[in-house]
T-cell receptor
Framework: DGGITQSPKYLFRKEGQNVTLSCEQN?????MYWYRQDPGQGLRLIYY???????QKGDIAEGYSVSREKKESFPLTVTSAQKNPTAFYLC???????????FGPGTRLTVL | EDQVTQSPEALRLQEGESSSLNCSYT??????LFWYRQDPGKGPEFLFT???AGEEKEKERLKATLTKKESFLHITAPKPEDSATYLC???????????FGAGTRLFVKA
């Protein structure tokens, strides 16, 4: 079955730690995205990648980093510089950067 | 600035009580208007894409419509399993930029 997978489902981070969220897709989509979802707010774009080995900052990239070494994978690292990382993180992909985005199941990150 | 606003924030319906969710947008050169359904603790599930004013799309009890300023998600004779948060998003002609509304939480009581 084609789709987008995210792992882990739940993640706990201690102060000062970097953590990496995984996102994999087997839809053969070129574009991939990371969003953050907080209660009562719309999804906010962290980073996006239109093609392998290329990515751009979204609206709230500070404290986050990404890589796109393979078409199928777009991991997100939440660094210790992100002061308020507790949120629900969603990965999405689309055929091109102009297409409908399809989402993974999400990772809930909690800072201890 | 591009913006998408959804109303109401929450909507409580009795089973069978039809209603509509509103999505107002100010998106420069709208390329597409998207509707998603999101269950608690899960990722959004794609429902519809609308491209031009006057367009309508249907799926089971849901029908999405689009005007030059708004989109509506009509729910006909809802059932408890339709309870979820419904998200609206607009994509501008720049391509990658998709702006999401905060969503409408729908509760359908049996």
């Amino acid at each position: 079955d084609g789709g987008i997978t995210q792992s882990p489902k739940y993640l706990f981070r201690k102060e000062g730690q970097n953590v990496t969220l995984s996102c994999e897709q087997n839809l053969n989509h070129d574009a991939m995205y990371w969003y953050r979802q907080d209660p009562g707010q719309g999804l906010r774009l962290i980073y996006y990648s239109q093609i392998v080995n290329d990515f751009q900052k979204g609206d709230i990239a500070e404290g986050y980093s990404v890589s796109r070494e393979k078409k199928e994978s777009f991991p997100l690292t939440v660094t210790s510089a992100q002061k308020n990382p507790t949120a629900f993180y969603l990965c999405a992909s689309s055929i091109t950067d102009r297409g409908t985005q399809y989402f993974g199941p999400g990772t809930r990150l909690t800072v201890l | 600035e591009d913006q998408v606003t959804q109303s109401p924030e929450a909507l409580r319906l009795q089973e069978g009580e039809s209603s509509s969710l509103n999505c107002s947008y100010t998106v420069s050169g709208l390329r597409g208007l998207f509707w998603y359904r999101q269950d608690p603790g899960k990722g959004p599930e794609f429902l519809f894409t609308l491209y031009s004013a006057g367009e309508e799309k249907e799926k089971e009890r849901l029908k999405a419509t689009l005007t030059k300023k708004e989109s509506f998600l009509h729910i006909t004779a809802p059932k408890p399993e339709d309870s979820a948060t419904y998200l609206c998003a607009g994509q501008n002609t720049g391509g990658f930029k998709t702006i999401f509304g905060a969503g409408t939480r729908l509760f359908v009581k049996a």
